[in-house]
């Protein structure tokens, strides 16, 4: 039995019959869904700004970049609705000292940020203990 969904084995995986995990085809349904301003993508966008307003409760960030492919996508719609549920759900404030705002550097941000980490240490170590 899945703990997390209640399910039986065969009730899950029936669930999840013809779902494929190929990202341009979540990206290609995240964009129609999009297009279409579908109310799934406006209760997304209620539940995301309560997530964040639990964030900034816990952790009082100045700034919440929303990035990757998703986030990118619906930010240019969504990203004032879920400014203003993130509003709505947090202390007055936390929420004035924090920014929320949109990734800059592209779908890649992550692999990028990674790739840096790793170049960074190469150029900046004794090379030697890179081979210990």
Do not use: C
């Not at 085809?25 to 539940?47: N, Q, R």
């Not at 996508?73 to 759900?89: C, E, H, K, Q, V």
């Amino acid at each position: 039995m899945d703990k997390l969904l209640g399910l039986e084995t065969g009730e899950r995986d029936a669930l999840q019959e013809g779902i494929s995990a190929d990202s341009a085809d979540e990206e290609s349904a995240l964009a129609t869904l999009v297009a279409t301003g579908s109310p799934v993508l406006d209760e997304t966008a209620d539940l995301l700004g309560v997530g964040l307003s639990n964030l900034i409760h816990l952790f009082n960030p100045s700034r919440i970049v929303i990035g990757g492919w998703a986030g990118l996508m619906l930010g240019p719609r969504y990203l004032d609705r879920i400014r203003a549920a993130t509003a709505g759900s947090t202390l007055a404030p936390p929420y004035e000292s924090t920014d929320i705002t949109l990734g800059r550097l592209g779908p890649d941000a992550v692999a990028l940020g990674a790739a840096t980490l790793v170049i960074e240490r190469l150029l900046s170590e004794d090379r030697r203990s890179l081979l210990a």
